[in-house]
């Protein structure tokens, strides 16, 4: 089945500075990657999504980036804000997420101020 | 707020006990999918219904069951409790049309087994 991996486990940035997580998945017939957002005790919250027919993505601070030859993706943040520290999950489906998700570990975002 | 509902927030038991966990997913969505998140194996796919039907098996247990009933709300049994069952159990919903499969998760219940 899908494997996914995802560094760093935990990440410390000062405020305002640039954050960089990254996943490699397995399954070479994964076609759906999305990034949810937890905070402490709540649910995860999806902030981002990318399809494997697309390199790139951006939604304002966030963008993710696919490279599919390499099976990797990544989640930036830019200009971090005190409200972005979480725990940050890449997942990967190869249904186009119409089928269970596989996630990462995760990774603790601290946004130093 | 994401629109899926689970009830109950919190429940602790004993080993050995049955629980039922409940899921109403946003209104719309007909696949229900149930996660389970603890320390050690981080967030599990456990198993997905779609409109009443099982379509996707993950690391769901023998011991753990599910359904999808047809005002689409879904339950999870969980039965012959252990205490490495305590965890939060998620369930998801979405929608499924030509691009949409976002999922979205409900708050969950923790699960205490004692």
């Known amino acids: 089945g899908e494997n996914v991996e995802q560094h760093p486990s935990t990440l410390s940035v000062q405020e305002g500075d640039s954050a960089v997580i990254k996943c490699t998945y397995s399954?070479?017939?994964?076609?759906?990657f999305p990034w949810y957002k937890q905070e402490l005790g709540k649910r995860p919250q999806l902030i981002i999504d990318?399809?494997?027919?697309?390199g790139e993505k951006k939604d304002q601070r966030i963008a993710v980036t696919l490279n599919k030859t390499a099976k990797h993706f990544s989640l930036h943040i830019t200009e971090t804000q005190p409200e972005d520290s979480a725990v940050y999950f890449c997942?990967?489906?190869?249904?186009?997420?119409?089928?269970?998700?596989?996630f990462g570990k995760g990774t603790h975002l601290i946004i130093q101020p | 707020d994401s629109g899926v509902t689970q009830t109950p927030k919190h429940l602790i038991t004993a080993t050995g006990q049955r629980v039922t966990l409940r899921c109403s997913p946003r209104?719309?969505?007909?696949?229900v999918y149930w996660y389970q998140q603890s320390l050690d194996q981080g967030l599990q796919f456990l198993i997905q219904?779609?409109?009443?039907?099982?379509?996707a098996k993950g690391n769901i247990l023998e011991r753990f069951s599910a359904q999808q009933f047809p005002d689409l709300h879904s339950e999870l049994n969980l039965s012959s409790l252990e205490l490495g069952d305590s965890a939060l159990y998620f369930c998801?919903?979405?929608?499924?049309?030509?691009?949409?499969?976002?999922?979205?998760f409900g708050p969950g219940t923790r699960l205490t087994v004692t």
């Open positions: 998801a919903s979405s929608v499924e049309g030509d691009t949409d499969y976002e999922q979205y």
């Open positions: 399954d070479s017939a994964s076609n759906y």
């Open positions: 990318i399809r494997s027919n697309v």
């Open positions: 997942a990967a489906s190869t249904g186009g997420g119409a089928d269970g998700l596989t």
């Open positions: 209104s719309g969505d007909l696949s």
């Open positions: 219904y779609y409109n009443g039907e099982e379509r």
